[in-house]
Antibody, heavy 118, light 108 residues
Framework: EVQLVESGGGLVQPGASLRLSCAAS????????MAWVRQAPGQGLEWVAS????????YYLDSVKGRFTISRDNAKNSVYLQMDSLRAEDTAVYFC???????????WGQGTLVTVSS | QSALTQPPSASGSPGQSVAISCTGT?????????VSWYQQHPGKAPKLIIY???ERPSGVPDRFSGSKSGNTASLTVSGLQADDEADYYC????????FGGGTKLTVL
């Protein structure tokens, strides 16, 4: 059974940093792209970042470029999202998802809430 | 990375059919067949229900169908059931990922 479990969310002040983790199981992790998608309270889904199977290609939402970094550790079956210089508008539930190709997100985690507030 | 355009709401009575549109550009929806649809119930993670415009993952009822014409994709839910009441999002591949704004489907 495919499982994705996010962790690392919490309440932080503007300008702070946070690192999200997503532990994957139930599939051959290093053969899939992975993605992070967020959802602000009461709002729609927003793709944030994607990373290739071997980590050699990464893509980001324009508004997070230079502040967020996606990475993965295939030995640990995990993908990460390092979030720096956080802003109030980054407040959202962050979902980790498996990308089966061309942004077909076929499995999702339960999400982790990030709140940026003073 | 402009969001795809969906109607904010749609509704139908049990047993009826309802269609939800998703309009993009020739760079995303119209540029390839990599259009997906997701269903999200309140407080839950999204669930993939359609991919590659009209393909259904295993376990998704055939009451859910997808199509595309030009820069507009559509999701049709037939034989509406109470559990179909949820938010629906389209997604397309256009270099990077992009979602529609979401449509709240109400079963009357």
């Amino acid at each position: 059974e495919v499982q994705l479990v996010e962790s690392g969310g919490g309440l932080v002040q503007p300008g702070a940093s946070l690192r999200l983790s997503c532990a994957a199981s139930g599939f051959t992790f290093d053969t899939y792209w992975m993605a992070w998608v967020r959802q602000a309270p009461g709002q729609g889904l927003e793709w944030v970042a994607s990373i290739k199977e071997d980590g050699s290609e990464k893509y980001y939402l324009d508004s997070v470029k230079g502040r967020f970094t996606i990475s993965r550790d295939n030995a640990k079956n995990s993908v990460y999202l390092q979030m720096d210089s956080l802003r109030a508008e980054d407040t959202a539930v962050y979902f980790c998802a498996r990308d089966s190709g061309w942004h077909k997100l076929d499995y999702w985690g339960q999400g982790t809430l990030v709140t940026v507030s003073s | 990375q402009s969001a795809l355009t969906q109607p904010p709401s749609a509704s139908g009575s049990p047993g009826q059919s309802v269609a939800i549109s998703c309009t993009g550009t020739s760079s995303d929806v119209g540029g390839n067949n990599h259009v997906s649809w997701y269903q999200q119930h309140p407080g839950k993670a999204p669930k993939l229900i359609i991919y590659e415009v009209s393909e259904r993952p295993s376990g998704v009822p055939d009451r859910f169908s997808g199509s595309k014409s030009g820069n507009t994709a559509s999701l049709t839910v037939s034989g509406l059931q109470a559990d179909d009441e949820a938010d629906y999002y389209c997604s397309a591949h256009g270099g990077s990922g992009v979602f529609g704004g979401g449509t709240k489907l109400t079963v009357l």
